[in-house]
């Protein structure tokens, strides 16, 4: 039995060659933790007061309400918040950017770097202190992609820059590569 010949450069129905390398990851990234502060204080007061307060109420229902709420405060004030930014994720790869978010109804949306955007980024006062900021991906649809509250938005936006270029220049090769294979006729030969 003869192993199976297997080709690097397979052809897509676009007709461009496809890409050798795998794919990689080059970041995974969350909204900065920063947005947990007031809720993990929250938790933090709601436990030391229900510490507190239990059994030295003057009535036996609010000794009974107070656990059920303290509770129902835990979850409304921590436990809902850091679902959210758990949800919450942005997958950079050497050929397109991912954001995921979505608890009960998931949303993913995909970029190609290939396709070519503009990144910006602003910050506010407090962001900068922290280093971080919100990413805008502008590639000429209706809404452009945001990733809100980047940690190291400075490297995050200087990396998108030199993954776009590098695919604009793969891209640029494999036209160069297939307007030289159009050139050529199966009847004629080389025009």
Request: charged share 20%.
């Amino acid at each position: 039995m003869k192993p199976k010949k297997t080709e690097t450069n397979e052809t897509e129905p676009s007709g461009y060659a496809r890409e050798s390398r795998p794919e990689e990851v080059v970041a995974r990234l969350r909204p900065h933790a920063r947005v947990l502060l007031w809720p993990t204080l929250l938790l933090f007061a709601v436990a030391g007061a229900t510490g507190y307060f239990a059994g030295n109420l003057p009535e036996p229902w609010q000794n009974a309400a107070l656990l059920p709420g303290a509770i129902v405060l835990a979850v409304l004030g921590w436990l809902l918040p850091l679902a959210a930014w758990l949800t919450k994720r942005y997958t950079i790869t050497s050929r397109r950017i991912i954001f995921r978010h979505g608890f009960f109804v998931r949303t993913r949306q995909e970029l190609l770097h290939s396709r070519g955007y503009d990144v910006s980024v602003r910050q506010n006062w407090l962001q900068a202190g922290f280093h971080s900021g919100t990413v805008l991906i502008n590639s000429g649809l209706e809404h452009p992609l945001i990733l809100k509250d980047i940690p190291n938005v400075d490297l995050v936006q200087s990396v998108l820059h030199d993954l776009m270029e590098q695919s604009v220049t793969v891209m640029g090769s494999r036209r160069q590569e297939q307007s030289a294979h159009a050139d050529e006729s199966a009847f004629w030969g080389r025009r």
